[in-house]
């Protein structure tokens, strides 16, 4: 087990990384955990929610955050699991939860229990659920910078890789997007009702982290539309250049194509008037150039070419 327990101003922390079935010992003993509750702790991946005990003891959310793995370049969720009593906040989250890792090395400094535990339990979790959504916001922005240098030089790269980057940039949007969402549910229903054991003006701390996350959506919804811009755009490129190299592989076609009949014709096992004569080569290849710059003309006053 590898729990970190704090303690300041009458209010207690704990934190659980990776919990197992022998960490819910020291969470039935802050808090009357629920059946239900300790079952979702030890699972993974639960749906983002917000439950509240009947007897207005603790509220149990579950909420989601994006992890980018820079190794693979996909975007995954993390589950963070919190419980919130009068006096007592216990956090467990999976090994990919940087921002919680981070947070709780934070917290190991008296100066910073000061500031985030001695407002009480229900500022202590507008810090953590802050820290949580700020996190987000530098990979919205890594994105949105990847977008842009991907609409700079779309027409300057391989095509290949253009494709390659854009389908990339479209995977981590939608994961992005798959990820945050159902997170709305959980901080808008925070922020609309208010629990006198959080002590804290839940219109105006949790309100301000619904306004993150419809900055960070807004962000979303304007990267997904500039992509299928770029996805449209590499189509029609595509499809001009395909169509301008066959156009061109069909106007060989075309010109040789009475060339080749010529010289078949020419060839045949018959007998071919003035074929004896010593410049009938002569003559067959005036009559294919002439042939051929004639299919020239035509085509150059027909601006096929």
Not at 16 to 31: F, G, H, K, W
């Amino acid at each position: 087990m590898n729990q970190t327990l704090i303690q300041h101003a009458g209010l207690t922390l704990l934190s659980i990384p990776t919990p197992a079935e022998a960490d819910l010992a020291q969470v039935r003993s802050l808090v009357r955990l629920h059946p239900l509750h300790a079952e979702d702790v030890l699972s993974h991946l639960q749906r983002p929610k917000l439950d509240e005990e009947d007897e207005g003891d603790y509220l149990f959310l579950v909420l989601h955050i994006p992890t980018f793995d820079k190794t693979t370049r996909l975007t995954t969720a993390s589950e963070i699991d919190l419980v919130v009593a009068s006096r007592v906040l216990i956090a467990t989250y999976d090994a990919n939860a940087r921002p919680m890792f981070t947070l709780m090395e934070d917290l190991q400094s008296p100066e910073t229990q000061a500031r985030l535990m001695s407002r009480g339990v229900g500022f202590l979790l507008y810090s953590i659920l802050e820290a949580l959504l700020k996190y987000c916001f530098p990979m919205v922005y890594r994105l949105d910078q990847r977008v842009g240098q991907l609409q700079e030089t779309i027409f300057k790269q391989d095509a290949q890789k253009v494709v390659e980057e854009l389908s990339y940039l479209r995977r981590d949007v939608i994961s992005l997007r798959r990820i945050l969402h159902p997170n709305f549910d959980v901080i808008e229903s925070l922020a609309l009702q208010p629990r006198p054991f959080l002590n804290v003006d839940e219109d105006a701390y949790f309100g301000d982290l619904t306004d993150n996350l419809d900055k960070l959506w807004d962000m979303l919804e304007e990267q997904k539309e500039m992509i299928e811009g770029l996805d449209s755009t590499i189509f029609n490129w595509n499809s001009y250049r395909l169509n301008r190299e066959m156009k061109t592989f069909t106007l060989i076609s075309v010109i040789f194509l009475p060339l080749t009949l010529v010289a078949s014709i020419l060839g045949m096992n018959v007998v071919i008037p003035f074929g004896e004569h010593p410049l009938s080569l002569v003559f067959a290849l005036a009559f294919m150039a002439v042939l051929l710059l004639g299919m020239l003309a035509i085509f150059r006053r027909n601006r096929w070419l």
